[in-house]
């Protein structure tokens, strides 16, 4: 996380008008107006603001305290600082959000991390998550990436708490030709 928290001004520039209509628009009709979204890995808080903006409730945290803040100053809701595992709520979500975040874990950690993060979900909750696409592992400009695709997923899921049901390539929202996203809706 140290990374994000010395760039945090440069991702939160980068990143804060990536335009996620077509991810918006798969993601939001499966909750009801008003739900509670739990945004994973929130960033800067770009979506947290969207779904608040659009009357949804929502909490939000993220690993790196400077992000943390930022979003929390965006938003206008107490951005909570901690990682995937450690979550710890008394709320129950309508569906969880995590847009680039799960990513940075390695492959043999996610099952452990969205068992957890799923665990806060309501009875019939839905978990939405993207990665870039791809079937391997790289550490790039200072960073980890997982990429996923469908047979990697496929390997994945027999430890899953959720069920598979619906996956989808989309462009990236800022522009870069060279890449895809491998977005994955559980429930």
């Known amino acids: 996380m140290s990374y994000y928290d010395l760039n945090a001004d440069?991702?939160?520039?980068?990143s804060i008008d990536?335009?996620?209509s077509d991810l918006y628009s798969e993601f939001l009709p499966l909750i009801d107006k008003g739900g509670r979204i739990l945004d994973a890995g929130c960033g800067?808080?770009?979506d947290s603001k969207y779904f608040l903006d659009n009357g949804y409730k929502v909490d939000a945290f993220d690993a790196s305290q400077t992000l943390v803040e930022m979003a929390s100053n965006l938003t206008g809701i107490k951005v909570k600082c901690h990682k995937f595992i450690e979550l710890d709520s008394v709320e129950k979500y309508d569906a969880i959000w995590a847009c680039a975040s799960l990513l940075c874990l390695n492959h043999n950690e996610l099952a452990d991390n969205?068992?957890?993060?799923?665990?806060f979900l309501k009875l019939?909750?839905?978990?939405?998550?993207?990665f870039k696409h791809g079937d391997n592992e790289i550490d790039a400009n200072e960073r980890h990436y997982n990429n996923m695709n469908e047979d990697k997923l496929n390997i994945l899921l027999p430890d899953l708490k959720l069920s598979h049901q619906k996956t989808w390539i989309s462009k990236d929202a800022l522009g870069r030709v060279e890449m895809e996203w491998f977005n994955i809706i559980l429930a």
């Open 44 to 46: 800067s808080g770009r």
């Open 10 to 14: 440069e991702f939160y520039k980068k």
């Open 18 to 20: 990536a335009n996620l």
């Open 114 to 119: 969205i068992n957890h993060l799923s665990s």
């Open 124 to 130: 019939g909750g839905i978990f939405c998550m993207s």
